[in-house]
């Protein structure tokens, strides 16, 4: 009886190998400077300890190539972005390197399982597992040195409601104002003025509302994918997930024993086990809204801050409505950079004066267009 063949990796399958292969090539000879430059002996022998991982996966990943013929050259060398790496550490020391190799790690952990889950290839699955088992180790080993706790491949942040307000009614008040000044400046109609504005609000306000809920979609979309992940690391390193819930809670003030029995019991039931992890890991609690409530939100916010430089026209006109306009608009400007301050942690005041300029120079420029499309349309 003919020897059935064993399935092969296809052209985009060993470009995948290829590039992790490279990856780790990259991190060994990182490790490894990293080691050399550490004048403290825990951390030169944990950064060995990882160098020494890190070579014993280039050599996995070029056996795995070599098994389905695939040409791998034995002399392999470091990335420009890597020989960068370790010149930055050389001249500056190796803090900021060993941070951005946290987060290397941390997507190579996400990127191996991803592999496990979907390759159909048994032996590039137990290497996946492997790998990924092993990755998520070293990020504890560099959480270590770097002084932070927690799984870095889950990225779950959101700017929340109240910023999508303010941002929205900023967008809507800055766009339209120019806009207005730009036709205020071509002509002095007012029907004129209020039909462009009016028209401009409702579409700045349907493209933000769309934006809002796309967004909000996206992001629910990370956050169902993310819970994915952590269902596959308690089923796949229920040994690892133990030890990080155990670190979470003697990061909380219990016993090393305290937390260890805790995260054993939490443990014992996966889906509670998923449930506790979710709220203390991926900080993702109970969703008070939802892509199109959050959409209709920002849509609306939008309108509010583009309606502003309109409303005047739709009680006087001339001069008077131009200067109202403009009176309340940079008010409203100013206002709204004050407010963005509580997201971006700048001064009020500065950070009102910079959007009070923005709004300034987005109208002298819609001004300045409107004067010019004047002299080809009125």
Do not use: C
Not at 339 to 359: C, K, N
């Amino acid at each position: 009886m003919e020897q059935q063949k064993p399935a092969q990796p296809d052209s985009k399958t060993v470009k995948v190998w290829k590039h992790h292969l490279q990856d780790e090539i990259d991190a060994s000879f990182l490790y490894g400077v990293f080691a050399s430059l550490e004048p403290d002996a825990k951390r030169k022998e944990i950064l060995d300890g990882l160098a020494e991982v890190e070579n014993r996966h280039v050599i996995r990943w070029q056996e795995m190539l070599m098994a389905y013929n695939v040409g791998v050259r034995k002399q392999q060398r470091p990335t420009l972005k890597a020989r960068l790496m370790a010149w930055y550490a050389h001249r500056f020391g190796s803090a900021f390197p060993l941070s951005q190799m946290l987060g290397e790690e941390a997507n190579e952990v996400k990127d191996y399982l991803t592999l496990h889950r979907n390759s159909t290839l048994a032996d590039a699955k137990e290497t996946a597992l492997i790998l990924a088992k092993e990755s998520a180790q070293h990020t504890e080993s560099l959480q270590e040195l770097t002084g932070t706790v927690g799984e870095p491949w889950h990225k779950t942040e959101s700017g929340g409601m109240i910023g999508n307000i303010v941002y929205g009614f900023n967008d809507g008040l800055t766009a339209n104002f120019g806009l207005v000044a730009g036709v205020i400046a071509a002509t002095s109609n007012v029907n004129t003025i209020l039909v462009t504005g009016i028209v401009g609000t409702v579409a700045d306000a349907l493209s933000m509302a769309a934006s809002g809920y796309l967004a909000a979609k996206s992001e629910q979309e990370v956050y169902e994918h993310e819970i994915e992940i952590e269902k596959e690391e308690i089923r796949l390193m229920p040994d690892l997930e133990e030890d990080e819930l155990a670190l979470i809670y003697a990061a909380r003030g219990m016993s090393k024993e305290q937390a260890r029995e805790l995260a054993q019991e939490m443990m014992s039931d996966p889906e509670l086990a998923l449930a506790e992890k979710i709220q203390t890991e991926l900080k993702i609690g109970e969703v008070y809204t939802t892509p199109l409530k959050e959409g209709w939100i920002t849509g609306f916010a939008t309108a509010i801050g583009a309606f502003i430089p309109v409303a005047p026209f739709l009680f006087t006109e001339g001069m008077l409505a131009i200067w109202i306009s403009f009176t309340l608009a940079m008010m409203s400007h100013f206002a709204v950079g004050a407010a963005r301050s509580f997201f971006t942690g700048r001064s009020l005041f500065r950070s009102g004066i910079d959007m009070f300029v923005v709004g300034l120079g987005v109208a002298g420029v819609g001004y300045l267009v409107g004067k010019l499309l004047e002299r080809f349309f009125f």
